[in-house]
């Protein structure tokens, strides 16, 4: 399998300009997360789905961001306007949803905002 | 709530020694799971192990090793004889239902760990 794929892995962009990153999970696969990491926060859950459908999304920052995950083969996260503060590197994990399972994470998208 | 702990921001060792990371984790939930994952270099977060909490059994994997003890709430992880290419950022996470009836993990801040050749 080719694991998590990550598109774009690097984006740089100006401030108030749409995002999209996008996730592929491993076929399979059940649940998929959305993270983002910064030095100063660490390692921080934005949203979690099982079976394609939002379990929980309050570690959604504010209403700029907004993922979706319209079938098992693909996610998307989107920030709408990126500010600065939104540089990080964002990463897609997916795994066997319900027992705690582990998570197999993408290479990550590196997103610069100037 | 839950948390976790990992109160060594950066170790530094020299090829040849042994090195122990500190986890430790706060839950009400009787049920869980923890987890170590490892993050080189090149970014991408690496499964190591997952252990749950109602097997205290310690694991040895080649040079690693996973000490688990309930008594303390610490799930510590010992790397024997370290190489450079143990370099990395390692992370201890928590999963129980207590975050709304799913497992959804919390992970610690990591540990950057230098091994020196």
């Known amino acids: 399998d080719a694991g998590v794929i990550q598109s774009p892995r690097h984006e740089v962009t100006e401030m108030g300009q749409e995002v999209t990153l996008r996730c592929k999970p491993i076929s399979g696969h059940n649940s998929l997360f959305w993270y983002r990491q910064t030095m100063m926060r660490g390692l921080e859950l934005l949203i979690y789905?099982?079976?394609?459908?939002?379990?929980?999304d309050s570690g959604m920052p504010e209403d700029r961001f907004s993922a979706k995950m319209p079938n098992a083969s693909f996610s998307t996260l989107k920030i709408q306007p990126s500010e600065p503060r939104d540089s990080a590197v964002y990463f897609c994990?997916?795994?066997?949803?319900?027992?705690?399972?582990?998570?197999?994470f993408g290479p990550g998208t590196r997103l610069t905002v100037l | 709530a839950q948390k976790v702990t990992q109160a060594q921001t950066e170790i530094s060792v020299v090829e040849k020694e042994d090195v122990t990371l500190d986890c430790v984790y706060e839950t009400r939930d009787t049920t869980y799971y923890l987890f170590w994952y490892k993050q080189p270099p090149s970014g991408e977060l690496v499964f190591l192990i997952r252990r749950n909490s109602f097997d205290e059994q310690n694991e040895i994997s080649g040079r690693y090793s996973w000490n688990f003890q309930k008594s303390t709430s610490s799930f510590n992880f010992t790397i024997t004889a370290s190489q450079v290419v143990d370099s990395a950022v390692y992370f201890c996470?928590?999963?129980?239902?207590?975050?709304?009836?799913?497992?959804?993990?919390?992970f610690g801040r990591g540990t950057s760990l230098i091994v020196h050749p």
């Open positions: 789905f099982n079976n394609n459908v939002p379990i929980d």
């Open positions: 994990a997916s795994g066997y949803g319900g027992e705690g399972n582990e998570q197999f």
């Open positions: 996470a928590l999963s129980d239902l207590l975050s709304g009836g799913s497992y959804i993990p919390t």
